[in-house]
């Protein structure tokens, strides 16, 4: 398995210190909901969490909470609340986002203000190692003490005061030393500590979080590009100057950005969709597939038609894991055997093993990894449709295995009970095709356009025809029927209904 080490700058063989992988990942700040560009993040690695399990390896994962923090007060002055109050409203609302979207909880969630004692060893030990000076009741980090500053994101200490904004004070002896302790302001909460009345700096706490639970030296350490500089860069220097141990993280992966429109999804440009908007909208698995189908490192374009085709896409996933083979094997097998195709021409469950295998050992390409989940699931609608339940069994149960690495729940849907006036699924059994082409389809299509005028029926009554439509076209193709299946994609297009196909399957919408 090679994973791609940000400080390196290239894939490596993931080589863990023993058979535990020590994973600590940037946790929160609660001031405010949650946002798909937070989902995008704990997803990815709760599902590089859930592989690595899958690969043997036992994992002990751990994620902060960063319940005190400049956001935090200000939010908190703005609403004339107490900032631990607001902390801890979203932390709660946090909690509730992971769980819906089933994000496995951590083993350990240490919050900033519990830890206070350890963060204070910490900062000590620097002091007194000659990496921090205490200075006006705050501690500033000596960036000159740490020979290899900037290695993670490869820049110099010029490039770096010229590349962004620098808390200035006369009190620090390098513009880019930075805050382990601050002093405390008026009517903001502190602690007390040999320095004065304070409060730990942003940096200092992830540091002080995974020495204590994790140790010297973590194997994974994830969290957002938008970290790499200044945090993660600043918690490897005052880390490894702690404790003397180099590397202090042996492989650290970033997960990129989902993007609104050009600009970076976040809180302070105000341009987000809240994890609960989205949930409420497409539900936990059509956001995961919309997550997973883009490779971790990547950005992540947000937009209305990309979820809509990942929940379209997620039917698919559904079906395969829970449909029947009732409505369909007989009049299919009757069809496939004056085509010459065998019940049994099913592509084997482990070269879909294999293949998922394949794609997240290199450096977990979930794209990859879920474009072979919707091969398996079309597999398994072929086992269904030529009635070899042997095939469906064994593959199902693959396909469930690789679907719960990816985190999707795959829930059974509601029975769907149609209401149109048109003959049952069984009476059609034992037609061929061409047989329905005649008279079954053309009444099937001319039905649906019915139901489409008639206010009374629900569009949702409609669904389990087009989608019947659909898989006929689907085995027309595969057949190289292409005539025939494009005079079915033309009378939907009559009707108001888009098809759209891709290399997973294919979806359709309405234009309305």
Not at 210 to 235: A, C, M, V
Not at 316 to 327: K, N, S, W, Y
Not at 451 to 469: C, F, G, H, M, Q
């Given at each position: 398995m090679k994973v791609f080490n940000t400080l390196s700058g290239k894939k490596e063989e993931f080589l863990p210190q023993g058979s535990e992988v020590k994973m600590y990942v940037c946790g929160v700040t609660p001031y405010d909901e949650c946002h798909i560009g937070h989902a995008m993040s704990y997803i990815t690695f709760d599902v590089i969490r859930r592989y690595l399990r899958f690969k043997g390896y036992r994992v002990k994962y751990v994620q902060n909470v960063t319940d005190i923090d400049d956001k935090i007060i200000d939010r908190a002055s703005k609403r004339g609340v107490k900032a631990d109050e607001l902390a801890r409203q979203y932390t709660d609302s946090f909690f509730q986002d992971m769980d819906a979207l089933n994000i496995e909880r951590a083993d350990e969630y240490p919050h900033a203000t519990g830890e206070i004692d350890k963060i204070k060893e910490v900062i000590q030990g620097l002091i007194d190692k000659g990496h921090a000076y205490p200075t006006g009741g705050s501690v500033y980090f000596r960036v000159k003490s740490s020979p290899d500053y900037g290695k993670l994101s490869r820049r110099s200490l010029e490039s770096m005061m010229s590349s962004c904004s620098i808390e200035m004070g006369r009190e620090k002896e390098h513009p880019m030393d930075f805050a382990l302790w601050k002093a405390a302001k008026p009517g903001e909460p502190y602690w007390e500590s040999p320095w004065g009345q304070g409060r730990p700096g942003w940096h200092i706490e992830c540091s002080a979080m995974?020495?204590?639970?994790?140790?010297?030296?973590?194997?994974?350490?994830?969290?957002?590009?938008?970290?790499?500089?200044?945090?993660?860069?600043?918690?490897i220097a005052q880390s490894e100057c702690f404790t003397g141990t180099k590397p202090f993280v042996r492989y650290w992966l970033h997960n990129g950005m989902v993007q609104f429109g050009e600009e970076k999804m976040s809180k302070s440009l105000g341009n987000l969709i809240t994890i609960k908007e989205a949930l409420d909208r497409y539900g936990a698995d059509a956001l995961r597939i919309f997550v997973l189908s883009s490779h971790y490192r990547s950005p992540l374009t947000y937009s209305e038609e990309a979820i809509e085709a990942?929940?379209?896409?997620?039917?698919?996933?559904?079906?395969?894991?829970?449909?029947?083979?009732?409505?369909?094997?007989?009049?299919?097998?009757?069809?496939?055997?004056?085509?010459?195709?065998?019940?049994d021409d099913i592509a084997p469950a482990k070269s879909f093993y294999d293949r998922f295998i394949s794609a997240m050992d290199d450096d977990f390409n979930t794209a990859q990894a879920l474009a072979t989940l919707f091969d398996l699931a079309s597999e398994i609608n072929r086992a269904l449709n030529l009635g070899n339940q042997d095939r469906v069994t064994e593959?199902?149960?693959?396909?469930?295995?690789?679907?719960?690495?990816?985190?999707?729940?795959?829930?059974?849907p509601e029975a769907e009970e149609p209401n149109l006036d048109i003959e049952p699924f069984s009476k059609l059994q034992d037609e061929t095709i061409s047989k329905i082409r005649k008279v079954k389809m053309e009444k099937l299509i001319d039905e649906v356009g019915k139901?489409?005028?008639?206010?009374?029926?629900?569009?949702?009554?409609?669904?389990?025809?087009?989608?019947?439509?659909?898989?006929i076209r689907t085995a027309l193709r595969k057949q190289r029927h292409f005539q025939l299946a494009d005079e079915i994609r033309t009378e939907l297009d009559k009707l108001g209904i888009i098809l759209e196909d891709t290399p997973m399957d294919t979806f359709w919408k309405y234009k309305n």
């Open positions: 995974s020495l204590k639970y994790l140790g010297d030296t973590l194997d994974i350490h994830g969290g957002g590009q938008d970290l790499i500089f200044p945090h993660h860069e600043n918690e990942a929940k379209a896409g997620l039917r698919r996933l559904v079906d395969a894991a829970h449909r029947t083979g009732e409505c369909y094997s007989e009049m299919y097998r009757s069809y496939f055997e004056t085509q010459g195709v065998k019940t593959h199902r149960a693959t396909f469930k295995e690789l679907a719960d690495v990816l985190g999707l729940l795959l829930p059974e139901a489409l005028e008639n206010p009374a029926v629900s569009t949702d009554d409609v669904k389990p025809y087009i989608n019947w439509l659909v898989d």
